[in-house]
């Protein structure tokens, strides 16, 4: 999808799901440019994994391709809890490694990314009418990592 056509889509979710798709599939093509235009200079950036793991990061900060290997091809990308700006997607290279990546948007660009690595990830919204902990909240997206079973990986809740 090219960025004119992302400009077209009708809802804030629907956009910035597509600008999620197109940065992904910008950086697989080492478009510097349109990265440029996708991600705020200064964006905020949370990791959880190995150190060796940070890849994204790397890839965002412009780092050589040669010192690049890591591909990310997500399986899923969706919207999470509408009119929050939040995009998940996920995907795994090989039965070894399993990445998750939180995009937060604002008017369409990416202002924080939380990226995780092997965890199994739970979005819990406490935003509707639930009054501390106690209420419970709403599961509104989890981890489905094939070919890694749940028990063996470490998990986290997001609250949003």
């Not at 200064?42 to 959880?48: C, I, N, T």
């Not at 990308?77 to 509408?82: A, C, D, T, Y």
């Not at 997607?89 to 939380?114: C, F, I, M, N, P």
């Not at 739970?122 to 501390?132: E, H, L, M, P, Q």
Request: hydrophobic share 40%; net charge negative; charged share 20%.
């Amino acid at each position: 999808m090219e960025a004119h056509n992302v400009e077209r889509l009708t809802t804030p979710e629907m956009k910035n799901r597509g600008n999620i798709e197109l940065l992904y599939r910008a950086l697989q093509q080492g478009d510097a440019s349109t990265v440029a235009k996708l991600v705020a200079s200064d964006v905020e950036w949370w990791f959880h994994g190995p150190h060796n793991c940070q890849h994204m990061m790397r890839l965002l900060t412009g780092e050589p391709p040669s010192q690049v290997s890591f591909r990310f091809e997500p399986s899923t990308v969706q919207v999470v809890v509408p009119g929050h700006g939040c995009v998940i997607a996920e995907g795994w290279e090989g039965s070894q490694v399993y990445w998750v990546h939180v995009w937060k948007l604002k008017d369409g660009v990416v202002t924080e990314l939380r990226e995780y690595f092997n965890t199994w990830i739970t979005v819990t919204d406490y935003s509707r009418g639930a009054i501390g902990w106690d209420m419970g909240g709403c599961t509104v997206w989890e981890s489905v990592p094939r070919d890694l079973p749940r028990g063996s990986l470490p998990s986290l809740l997001l609250a949003i």
